[in-house]
């Protein structure tokens, strides 16, 4: 390692602030604190807790998670897409809501009932037409949320679905329903549903078709969104629910799902899922030991002397690139000119102190030059724009070899 070089006022290019381009064997001395080994502890205690806190969050999180879904037309679930508004204010009305996912339940409830029900469906995965039938039979009403071609052959043969001529938009009730004449309008309703029998109501109609078709007890909605949590507070669209959902005391909620429908049971549900816990308990325990483990390495900087020896010039010339990247070029002339005027003086033997003028002198004497184009290159203007600082480089590059050289 050489010695660190300090520039005084005759190597130093005057009136561009401190040069300090002293080189430090051992730059990270100074940042070692002093207990390195209660550091280390402190390290590893504070990862074993953080991984404990998140751990435990977790936990909580999974044993004490709220009773709401995020199944979409669900009557917990609280999201944009869910239906619980329309289903705590039926509940606050009195009406008892039995939310069910698979036919058997769904045909569980009605039966169960202690008054008339009335069966809502938001959708027909898996269904049977056993299935229907037994629902069908067992509901005072039925209520069918964006049926599909199989769900309206098993309720309601008689009314047809035509997606491709549906656009969602608002609609007023243009029909004799008195649901539909007391909602007046709907928005986010899809005329899609079409029927040719005689007996049958077409409600929020338009050119393509109706959004609401009643045929005895059976009342069918080409679409489910105008009565989400999202769109429900629009126009007519809780009156329409409230007055759908509320005729009886009972209402089956039935959103089915597939796994249930395909006839997996929940205890075999619970027992897929009961690795889950586990091992996420494993997981956690191996964390936390990989954390223990790495943290034995965090601690305090250990000072290493550098594996190379830099000479002052070479960190004035790169100070000198990185002031031209940024276009700061009185400063990167500055920084040339000590880093050059530094090598000239080590050359000459120069001694440290020596003054402007005697520098000067030293270098005429070396090359022949005249003192004033030595003084001007040496401690002249600082270079204006890029072209200048190259040619101040060069020129002083020159210098230095006809220094050398002599």
């Known amino acids: 390692m050489s010695t660190p070089v300090t520039h005084d006022s005759a190597i130093a290019a005057p009136d561009h602030g401190d040069l300090d381009t002293e080189l430090t064997a051992d730059p990270v001395a100074s940042l070692a604190p002093a207990n390195t080994g209660g550091s280390r502890r402190g390290a590893r205690r504070a990862i074993v807790v953080l991984v404990a806190v998140v ?32 289903a705590q204010i039926l509940e606050r009305q009195g009406v008892k809501i039995a939310f069910v996912q698979n036919a058997d339940d ?87 549903l079409y029927s040719s029998n005689a007996e049958a109501v077409s409600c929020f109609t338009s050119d393509d078709g109706a959004a609401m078709i009643r045929l005895g007890t059976v009342t069918a ?33 039935f959103v089915p799902d597939l796994i249930q429908m395909l006839g997996v049971s929940e205890a075999d549900q619970e027992a897929s899922h009961a690795w889950i816990m586990p091992v996420f308990l494993v997981l956690v325990g191996v964390i936390a030991v990989a954390a223990w483990w790495r943290g034995r390495r965090f601690g305090a900087l250990i000072p290493e002397p550098l594996p190379v020896t830099v000479r002052p010039e070479e960190v004035s010339q790169g100070r000198a690139r990185l002031y031209r990247a940024s276009r700061d070029y009185g400063y990167a002339g500055a920084l040339v000119r000590a880093g050059t005027l530094t090598r000239i003086a080590s050359h000459l033997g120069v001694p440290a102190g020596t003054d402007r003028a005697s520098l000067v002198i030293a270098i005429c004497s070396a090359t022949g030059r005249p003192p004033a184009t030595v003084d001007h290159l040496c401690y002249g203007p600082p270079p204006s724009n890029a072209d200048d600082l190259l040619r101040l480089t060069n020129e002083l590059d020159q210098l230095f070899r006809e220094v050398r050289q002599a």
Not at 61 to 86: M, W
Not at 108 to 137: M, R
Not at 142 to 152: I, K
Not at 222 to 247: C, D, V, Y
């Open 106 to 192: 769904a045909a569980t409830a009605l039966t169960s009932a202690p008054g008339s029900a009335t069966l809502v469906v938001g959708g027909d995965f898996g269904l049977t037409s056993d299935q229907v039938e037994w629902l069908a039979e067992a509901a005072d009403e039925v209520v069918l949320f964006a049926p599909g071609d199989g769900t309206l052959e098993a309720f309601a043969p008689q009314i047809s679905v035509n997606w491709a001529a549906a656009t969602a938009g608002t609609l007023e009730a243009r029909c004799r329903d008195a649901d539909a004449i007391a909602a007046e309008e709907i928005t986010q309703a899809s005329p899609a």
């Open 55 to 86: 751990a435990v969050a977790v936990t909580v999180l999974i044993l004490f998670r709220s009773p709401t879904s995020s199944i979409p037309f669900a009557p917990d679930n609280p999201d944009a897409a869910g239906t619980r508004a329309v």
């Open 221 to 253: 909605l080409s679409s489910e969104a105008w009565i989400t949590n999202e769109h429900l507070a629009e126009a007519g669209n809780a009156a329409l629910g409230l007055r759908l959902l509320g005729t009886n005391e009972h209402v089956v909620w």
